[in-house]
Nanobody
Framework: QVQLVESGGGSVQVGGSLRLSCAVSGRTSSSYAMGWFRQAPGKEREFVTAISRSGGSTRYAESVKGRFTISRDNAKNMVYLQMNSLKPEDTAVYYC???????????????????WGQGTQVTVSS
């Protein structure tokens, strides 16, 4: 059983930065494509970014392109989300997710991901 634990959330002012981390345990992280999703109050969970098993392929939602960067360190079984130039609309609970089927590609649909973390709150205030 894979376990995902997010950390690094918090409160930040507009224009600030945060770095989220996702620790993968139970199996080596290189076995999974990894994604970050977020869910704001009253809204559906939405795709933010994803990275392939090797880290060679990434995808971003249009709303975060140029501001967020996903990365992974398979030696440490960690996945990261660097968030810069944060906006109030980035406020949400951020979830780390693992996809055991995709090999070189990355998926944007929540239904593709097999394992989820508990989430970490990110609040951006003006």
């Amino acid at each position: 059983q894979v376990q995902l634990v997010e950390s690094g959330g918090g409160s930040v002012q507009v224009g600030g930065s945060l770095r989220l981390s996702c620790a993968v345990s139970g199996r080596t992280s290189s076995s999974y494509a990894m994604g970050w999703f977020r869910q704001a109050p009253g809204k559906e969970r939405e795709f933010v970014t994803a990275i392939s098993r090797s880290g060679g392929s990434t995808r971003y939602a249009e709303s975060v392109k140029g501001r967020f960067t996903i990365s992974r360190d398979n030696a440490k079984n960690m996945v990261y989300l660097q968030m810069n130039s944060l906006k109030p609309e980035d406020t949400a609970v951020y979830y780390c997710a693992a996809d055991r089927r995709s090999s070189t590609s990355v998926a944007t649909s929540t239904s593709t991901y097999d394992y989820w973390g508990q989430g970490t709150q990110v609040t951006v205030s003006s």
